[in-house]
């Protein structure tokens, strides 16, 4: 397997820290709002990388935070009067409800800023006791950037005085302009932690690096195997992160450092002061989570993604083909077959998920599957193979998990659905009976609602026509 990784800026085989555990390490979501289609990019790409390091048979022990400390965090619970944990639960559970929806996995590990302050205060004090770190008159502590030889070698940056200064908080009490803090004292009655450094909150940087060290880090070179995110954060967040880790251990944070592109809409970088975030639980009303998560996987995770409806469109077309030819095969037995095409859907995958290449396999399999299918609707050996297939792209690529008949539902509303339920299974009522001429009318009755519906030996069903 080889992934690309961010600082040495190439590809390079993945060879795991301990053969017996890879540790993957992924920056989650601030809790003080929905997700956005940037959140969603980023929780499918590792949710991704997750299944494919899993395929080639390791054990991923993955854990994604929760930053429930937070300055946006205060201020929203001041603006609706809720208290903070009210804020943070709130869009916890929003976001596990979204993540879900597009099929992402919940990490191994989730731990949350609130639940890790001890490890972060270890983490502040060896710091200091190493003289990598400062407390200042009003109590704020800061990292000596000038103290770590080894800085910016993450990002590469090569930053003036004046750029960095516009990059960090400004403070005249720190000694250089690119110093970060890793506590900051609080005295103006909001919220607050007791700590050995007096009140306050910690930096952002300082609880993904203290999380890592308490729950992931190994013996070794490297805390973990791979550190992961946006590109937005390779700077400052993930060089700040690996320069405390450097400093207040022996090792480096990570091995491999995976970046995922921007999400854009119609050409735009995603962003509110640009008043175009697109919410996750917006789409979510118009498109199944499905077709979204096998639209924003479509592309190549380290590009830049251009979300817009017509490629959105194009993609539903794709998976319909896949959805299709799992109906065509419903209600049979799935075994355990290996084939061509998993073997070069998971080589695509391998190969720094290239997902464009695992698609056009995919794509293959679904037309020769159905060319040989009319051919041979009897055919044993391509129904057992095609099922496998089936099965492997489920667990892999986390598509075609659905129960075929009802992905064509989409769109309709659950009372909608409820109601032709009921006038289904009347109908069939009525045709155990012998009752055709009702069993007729509640047919004419069903596909009035834009419904077909189709009897085979496992029940009847229905879809939704386009």
């Not at 390079?12 to 997700?35: S, W």
């Not at 909150?201 to 999380?211: I, K, L, Y």
């Not at 590009?303 to 095969?329: I, Q, S, T, V, W």
Request: proline share 2%.
């Amino acid at each position: 397997m080889h992934i690309f990784d961010s600082v040495a800026k190439t590809k390079r085989e993945f060879i795991p820290l301990n053969p017996e555990r890879v540790t993957l390490y992924v920056c989650g979501p601030t809790v003080y709002d929905d997700a956005h289609l940037g959140h969603a990019k980023s929780a499918l790409v590792f949710d991704l990388l997750r299944r494919v390091l899993e395929a080639n048979g390791y054990n991923v022990v993955y854990a994604r935070n929760i930053t429930d400390i937070d300055d946006k965090i205060i201020k929203k619970a001041a603006e609706q009067r809720l208290t903070i944990s009210e804020i943070t639960d709130t869009y916890t559970e929003a976001y596990h409800r979204d993540m879900a929806a597009l099929g992402v996995e919940r990490p191994t590990i989730e731990p949350k800023a609130t639940e890790s302050l001890e490890a972060m205060f270890e983490l502040i004090r060896k710091l200091i006791d190493n003289g990598h770190a400062y407390q200042t008159a009003n109590g704020d502590v800061y990292f000596d950037t000038a103290s770590d030889q080894a800085y910016l070698s993450i990002s590469h940056q090569q930053q003036n005085e004046e750029d960095r200064q516009h990059r960090v908080e400004s403070s005249s009490e720190k000694r250089n302009p690119a110093d970060f803090a890793l506590w900051k004292s609080v005295s103006d009655g909001s919220v607050t932690f007791d700590s050995p450094f007096g009140k306050g909150r910690p930096g952002w940087h300082t609880e993904c690096s203290a999380m890592i060290e308490k729950h992931l880090a190994g013996e070794g070179q490297y805390a973990i195997d791979i550190h992961g995110g946006g590109a937005d954060l390779l700077f400052p967040h993930h060089e700040n992160e690996a320069a405390q880790t450097r400093c207040s251990s022996d090792h480096e944070l990570a091995n491999y450092w995976m970046h995922n592109g921007f999400v854009n809409i119609d050409g735009e970088k995603m962003s509110k002061s640009l008043g175009n975030s697109f919410f996750i639980k917006d789409a979510l009303k118009v498109y199944d989570g499905e077709v979204l998560r096998f639209y924003l996987l479509s592309t190549h995770y380290r590009a830049n993604f251009n979300f817009n409806e017509k490629d959105l469109l194009a993609a539903k077309k794709r998976l319909d083909k896949l959805y299709r030819l799992k109906k065509r095969l419903f209600g049979m037995k799935v075994t355990d077959e290996k084939t061509q095409t998993q073997a070069k859907l998971l080589e695509a995958l391998s190969d720094d998920l290239n997902v464009s290449q695992a698609l056009a396999v995919i794509d293959e399999m679904v037309a020769h599957a159905n060319e040989t299918l009319d051919a041979n609707p009897k055919d044993k050996l391509i129904k057992r193979q095609t099922l496998a297939d089936l099965a492997f792209i489920e667990r892999v690529l986390g598509f075609g998990t659905k129960n075929p008949f009802e992905y064509f539902q989409f769109g309709l509303d659950e009372a909608t659905k409820a109601k032709i339920d009921a006038l289904v299974e009347e109908r069939s009522e009525a045709k155990k009976a012998k009752n055709f001429e009702k069993s007729d009318a509640l047919r004419d009755e069903i596909m009035a609602y834009g419904v077909s519906i189709m009897d085979t030996a496992q029940g009847t069903f229905w879809e939704r026509v386009e």
